[in-house]
Structure formats: C-alpha cells, structure tokens
C-alpha cells in the first residue's frame, strides 16, 4: 500500500486545514487508517484513527473537539479535519495503514500500522 498525503500548510492560530491521504495498491487490505504527527524535537505521537470498513473513530485528547477524522472508501481517502488550530499543533502529520486486524488500543500506537505516508507539514502561527 502506498500512501501520499497533502493538504497542509501555514496557517495562523484559530484557523482551519483539512489533511488527505490518499491510498494505492492493496488498499483491499486496509483494516484501518490513522493520522500521527512529530512536533520538532519530540516523538511521533498518535492523533486519531478510523476502522475502514465500520467507521469507528477514535481521536486523542490532545485533538478532541476539534479534529475531525473520516474516510471515503470509494476513494480510498482518509481526511483529518482541522479546526480551531493551535501553534502547539505544529508538526508534521503522517498517515498510516493498518492492513491486519488489531486491537482498538493497538491503532492508537505506532506498531499497529503497517505502512506510512510521507508526511505533511502543518504549521500554526501564533
């Protein structure tokens, strides 16, 4: 599965970015899909998740409330949407794709995911 994600960019704080990432390949094999992003200087750290074929969603708390994941599976697109930035959102944002069935807590982890995009970059201004 390759993964290629865009949509970020620089913004100011209170502003609002959606992030895509698009799917090719095996995409048969996607069991879910999940968005993790890495602030400079700190470890790559899990955002939210979505299972592909239910839509179950889970978003950490750093982003409750204000992003958004979901998917189009006839595109095979994931989305984060981004509201209410805040400057501590910096960082760049990889999406990821679990092709084996784990657990929920597991897709909240690194290890869950089997493939990673490139990364976009996301920047909010104070």
């Known amino acids: 599965v390759q993964l290629q994600a865009s949509g970020g960019g620089l913004v100011q704080a209170g502003d609002s970015l959606r992030l895509s990432c698009a799917a090719s390949?095996?995409?048969?094999?996607?069991?879910?899909m999940g968005w993790f992003r890495q602030a400079p200087g700190k470890e790559r750290e899990f955002v939210a998740y979505i299972s592909w074929s239910v839509g179950n969603t889970f978003v950490s708390d750093s982003a409750k409330g204000r992003f958004t994941i979901s998917r189009d599976n006839a595109k095979n697109t994931v989305y984060l949407q981004m509201n209410s930035l805040k400057p501590e959102d910096t960082a760049v944002y990889y999406c990821?794709?679990?092709?084996?069935?784990?657990?929920?807590?597991?897709?909240?982890?690194?290890?869950?995911?089997?493939?990673w995009g490139q990364g976009t970059l996301v920047t909010v201004s104070s």
């Open positions: 390949g095996r995409t048969l094999s996607i069991y879910a």
């Open positions: 990821a794709v679990a092709a084996n069935r784990v657990s929920y807590v597991r897709l909240r982890t690194n290890g869950g995911y089997d493939y």
